[in-house]
């Protein structure tokens, strides 16, 4: 089976350009997370989803992101305009429960220069 | 401050060493599970014991939970080069309105020399 697919797997870009990244969740599950991993904070759930619905977006950094979930099988996360300070590793996750494991994608390294 | 707070931070042995990580938590929770990231990758999850559980294995892992403590232990026994990774805890907090929320620990890097 498919795990977790995320787009683009490295991304470089300049200060206040749009960044999006995107994920497919694994087929049947009902919850996908936004993680942000970065040294000095560790891993911080961002956004998560229910049936396609954000549940809690409390970890959502600022206004400049934004996340969606148009159908079940996609997930964009928006940063505009990036900044350097969002340079970090970005992870979705998917689960089928909201009390099962998760299943993490492979990330997407972001380097705002 | 983090739910999950690892200990040690970084362990480093020899391959066929028994390695020990542990966590600490502050809430009620409704399970806690352990994750391994390989340097590069994603969180791969490893076990999940719930609250009503003191002990539970998966092969070469153990883990035990003492919920009176507030407080779980990883075990991996007879370790390999392959173990190698960081390694999370992650509490399923009880009750309120994070349903299907995770919060994670800082991790503990283990190194396993061959």
């Known amino acids: 089976d498919a795990g977790v697919i995320q787009s683009p797997r490295h991304e470089v870009t300049e200060m206040g350009q749009e960044v999006t990244l995107r994920c497919k969740p694994i087929?049947?599950?009902?919850?996908l997370f936004w993680y942000r991993q970065t040294m000095m904070r560790g891993l911080e759930l961002l956004i998560y989803f229910n049936n396609n619905v954000p549940i809690d977006d409390s970890g959502m950094p600022e206004d400049r992101f934004s996340a969606k979930m148009p159908n079940a099988s996609f997930s964009t996360l928006k940063i505009q305009p990036s900044e350097p300070r969002d340079s970090a590793v970005y992870f979705c996750?998917?689960?089928?429960?909201?009390?099962?494991?998760?299943?993490f994608g492979d990330g997407t390294r972001l380097s705002i220069l | 401050s983090q739910q999950g707070e690892e200990d040690p931070q970084a362990l480093s042995i020899q391959e066929g060493e028994n390695a020990t990580m542990n966590c600490s938590y502050k809430?009620?929770?409704?399970?806690l599970q352990w994750y391994r990231q390989n340097s590069g990758r994603g969180l791969v999850h490893l076990i999940l014991?719930?609250?009503?559980?003191r002990e539970k294995h998966s092969g070469r892992l153990r883990v035990t939970l003492d919920t009176s403590k507030k407080s779980s232990s990883l075990l991996i026994t007879a370790s390999r080069a392959a173990d190698t990774a960081s390694y999370f805890c992650?509490?399923?907090?009880?009750?309120?309105?994070?349903?299907?929320?995770?919060?994670f620990g800082q991790g503990t890097i283990l190194t396993v020399h061959p």
């Open positions: 087929s049947g599950h009902d919850y």
């Open positions: 996750a998917s689960s089928w429960s909201g009390h099962q494991p998760q299943h």
């Open positions: 992650a509490t399923d907090q009880a009750g309120g309105t994070s349903y299907g929320k995770l919060t």
């Open positions: 014991i719930r609250s009503n559980e």
């Open positions: 809430t009620s929770i409704n399970n």
